[in-house]
């Protein structure tokens, strides 16, 4: 099972930005759809984006569309989600996880990491 590990979270202003890092250990990191997920207090984990395996296919949340960005370098087994033009609602915990089934929904990703705090002040 892979162990990924996010860093990058940190305290920004609203309008600021932020990249995600998410390093893998699993070899096979490059055959895997990647995705970035987050959870605020009190609500369900819920899908920002997720990218294939090549980096030619990804999707977004509609709340995020437009701002965020998310790619991966598989010569280091490592997905980024680039963040920009923050919003206070985007405070969360930031997690990664790899693909295992077909929708965006939690139970459709495998493993996951300890997420990283991002929190956006107002």
């Known amino acids: 099972q892979a162990q990924l590990v996010e860093s990058g979270g940190g305290l920004v202003q609203a309008g600021g930005s932020l990249r995600l890092s998410c390093q893998a250990s699993?070899?096979?990191?490059?055959?895997?759809?990647m995705g970035w997920f987050r959870q605020a207090p009190g609500k369900e984990r819920e899908f920002v984006a997720d990218i294939n395996w090549s980096g030619g296919s990804t999707s977004y949340a509609n709340s995020v569309k437009g701002r965020f960005t998310i790619s991966r370098d598989n010569a280091k087994n490592t997905v980024y989600l680039q963040m920009n033009s923050l919003k206070p609602e985007d405070t969360a915990v930031y997690y990664c996880?790899?693909?295992?089934?077909?929708?965006?929904?939690?139970?459709?990703?495998?493993?996951w990491g300890q997420g990283t705090q991002v929190t956006v002040s107002s």
């Open positions: 996880a790899n693909k295992i089934g077909w929708g965006t929904e939690p139970t459709d990703f495998g493993s």
């Open positions: 699993e070899r096979t990191f490059s055959h895997y759809t």
